[in-house]
């Protein structure tokens, strides 16, 4: 069986074709470099991390990613040792990576085994993300439902309101739901917010849950929007919600999450200024390049292009992401922008808000 070492060094050879041009790449020096390649040393997550910034391909990275789990962490040894923050710190690392499965696998392993809840919620509600992402919304249903059954058991009501949050966020992606649904569901989920008094302990919990409340009820009102005009009215009231949940939070990723869904609403509501701020906003975040992020802000800027009637440049930023997306195994996006590209194959150009 070949070794971390032996696959590392291959891939420099085909990316870098030398050490000294690795090591600059990293940024570090090429005694540093032999030292890494000797096999001599444990590599550590952090190090990897920084190994595999230096690749610009993903299949590279992809088989370094794996020789390093196959010898510093096995999966047996994860779930037998990583407590449930390592073990969600370890699937948003293989996400990140572009192995959804591999981190699908990972989180439901352990939460199969964890016997305290409050863990097992946790990585139920990141299996559920998962799933999401994976497209596959009738599982992230079915352990949205486990987690709110048992929510309900315990009489967690902090658990309650984020099985509820999931579920509305979850049903957003369903194809042929009605947006009535969606807001009945939406509605659910306020209303015990509204009701539910958290203590101080857990003030922020909640107020990060209301916040993620707030960017979905905005995304039910774009989903309407693909089918039925809405007024600008219902925009401005949607565009409040996200000033709210800004200023009411400190979650830093929601912030980022924000911004995007900012200017979504800006673009259906036909404000070019407006959504161009909220990008510009963006691109200066801690978070723009992380995770999904970088697919996220495209697939904004072609919409943004479609409605500066600049659609051949919309359709060829799509056509990049389709296939950046096929790539890297991730579904979730291509879906979305495969279909925004099929509708402009169509000429079937999005909606713009009507003054009501």
Known sequence: METFGTILRAAVLKEHTTDVKFAAALGVTAGRVSQILSGNERISRRVLAGLLKAFTKSKLRKEIRDAWILEYMPLQYALDS???????????????????????????????RTPDCSDWHELSRVAAEINKR????????????????????????????????????????????????????????????ETYKPQAALRNQWQKTRSELARDGAMILLKAH??????????????????WA????????????????RAKVEIAAGHIGNANEALDEIAGHPCAGEGDFPQRIRIVKARLAILSDKCPKAMALLESICAQCLENEDPYYHRIADQLLARLTLGHLPRIAVQK
Request: contains cysteine.
């Open 134 to 193: 994976l497209v596959r919304p009738a599982a992230a249903l079915r352990i949205v439902s486990e987690m709110e059954q048992r929510a309900r058991c315990e009489g967690n009501q902090v658990h309650i309101l984020e099985a509820l949050r999931l579920k509305c966020h979850v049903s957003i992606d369903v194809s042929g739901i009605r947006p009535l649904c969606l807001s009945q569901l939406h509605e659910d989920a306020l209303r015990y917010a």
């Open 226 to 243: 693909e089918f039925q005009d809405i007024s600008i009215e219902l925009f401005k009231k949607a565009l409040s919600g996200i000033g």
């Open 246 to 261: 800004r200023s009411n939070s400190k979650d830093e990723t929601g912030h980022a999450r924000g911004l995007l869904v």
């Open 82 to 112: 990583l407590g449930t923050e390592d073990a969600g710190e370890q699937a948003s690392f293989l996400l990140k990576d572009h192995q959804p499965h591999q981190a699908l696998d990972l989180v439901e392993s352990r939460r199969a």
